[in-house]
């Protein structure tokens, strides 16, 4: 398919952002990946998983707690993608690209696919943000109209009351749905997958394979059907609606646009990093606790514009970027609390189901 091209300036805006970024990297003299407060992080985050795991199973706690731990396990699960895999993925994570790797690949301890991820998330989603055809995180047809130029159905006028319910299914649709699509039509959306080595392919059945004996045969085996399913669904929910709105409150909100390339000549009227500031929010980026859960994603314009550089360093950049965009004239959209954003992004479902 012909991708849509940006518009090329020679004095350009991002430009001038590396320069500010770069001189205040420089002027601190540390290094823009993680640090040791990232890596303690990530193992507080990989053994609370661990531990929550193996009480669940193997000690099966009494109903009520074990509820709350499903629950809790999923906000886990989220966080852990979040923090760790989300900053490898990208890089981010450590100056040591090894570590980088293994970050990343805790996605398919999670139950999804590092290769996948990285096309659909690093190479289609960071460079095409919000477009309409190419972005696949906002095609989610029929079920939902989530930019103006896509088709409108009569179901769409309730989408804002609906939301939550396949918000719910995001995991457990992209662990057992969505990746095997993604794989046997070697497409993501529109665009063509990139051609899977050998090794990516034993990696893809035999973690999926390690994911559904460690999440479906063992449980069972050792609780019994009908506590795993219940604890399954749960934690499967709660992670679903987690990881889902994290990524909704930062693109589909009223405030960011859902620019279109022109019919002719296939550009679209900003600069890339223009493009993703108009297309990206930011909320309750004075959170602590928020951010540190997240793992920084609420810093998204600055994620967006800087995905190689860890999350932690983001509230510093942040004021840099800000500082920018005034002077540019460019609107920073933020929000500075969670329920402003999630009001926003209901708001902005109510106005796409109406059209």
């Not at 906000?75 to 970050?103: E, P, R």
């Not at 039509?185 to 004996?213: E, Q």
């Not at 980026?285 to 983001?314: A, D, R």
Request: glycine share 6%; hydrophobic share 50%; net charge positive.
């Amino acid at each position: 398919m012909s991708l849509p091209k940006f518009a090329n300036i020679p004095h350009s805006f991002y430009g001038e952002l590396k320069t500010r970024i770069g001189d205040y990297f420089e002027q601190k003299g540390s290094a823009t990946t993680g640090n040791f407060a990232l890596f303690l992080k990530a193992v507080i985050l990989l053994l609370a998983y661990a531990a929550v795991y193996i009480h669940l199973v193997f000690f099966t706690p009494p109903t009520i707690i074990a509820v709350f731990e499903c629950a809790v396990f999923g906000c886990i699960i989220a966080a852990i993608g979040f923090n760790v895999m989300h900053d490898g993925a990208h890089g981010s994570f450590s100056n040591h690209k090894w570590l980088n790797h293994i970050a990343a690949f805790t996605l398919n301890m999670l139950g999804g696919n590092s290769f996948m991820w990285n096309m659909k998330h690093n190479i289609i989603h960071h460079a095409y943000t919000n477009v309409d055809g190419v972005d696949d995180d906002i095609d989610i047809q029929p079920w939902m109209r989530m930019s103006s130029t896509q088709k409108k159905y009569k179901m769409h006028k309730y989408q804002h009351y609906y939301f939550i319910l396949l918000y719910s299914m995001l995991y457990i649709l992209w662990i057992f749905v969505l990746d095997y699509v993604k794989y046997f039509k070697s497409k993501i959306g529109n665009m063509p997958l990139k051609k899977m080595s050998l090794s990516d392919h034993l990696i893809f059945w035999g973690f999926k394979l390690f994911h559904a004996f460690l999440f479906v045969g063992l449980p069972i085996y050792m609780v019994g059907f009908a506590h795993w399913i219940i604890g399954f669904l749960i934690f499967t929910v709660v992670a679903g609606i987690v990881l889902s709105l994290v990524f909704q409150l930062a693109h589909t909100v009223e405030h960011t646009s859902f620019p279109v390339a022109d019919i002719e000549t296939g550009k679209m009227e900003d600069e890339w990093a223009v493009h993703q500031i108009k297309t990206t929010a930011n909320f309750a980026t004075n959170n602590k606790l928020v951010s540190w859960l997240v793992g920084g994603l609420n810093f998204q314009i600055e994620h967006h514009l800087f995905p190689k550089i860890s999350h932690i360093h983001y509230p510093a950049i942040s004021k840099i970027i800000k500082q920018a965009c005034q002077e540019y004239g460019i609107v920073y959209i933020e929000y500075p609390r969670v329920r402003y954003a999630v009001a926003s992004h209901v708001a902005f479902l109510k106005q796409m189901g109406r059209g």
